[in-house]
């Protein structure tokens, strides 16, 4: 099951995205789980 959640990105961040076209919701995903990750050990 996943959440959906809200965030804010400056201007420049959307362009850059878009320019390199990411899947922002995966890359979210991925830091928190290095983070989570990172913290437990």
Do not use: G, P
Not at 6 to 29: A, G, Y
């Amino acid at each position: 099951m996943a959440t959906r959640k809200t965030i804010s990105i400056r201007d420049d961040q959307e362009e850059w995205i878009q320019d390199n076209h990411l899947n922002l919701s995966s890359f979210v995903q991925e830091k928190l789980d290095e983070l989570i990750e990172e913290r437990e050990n």
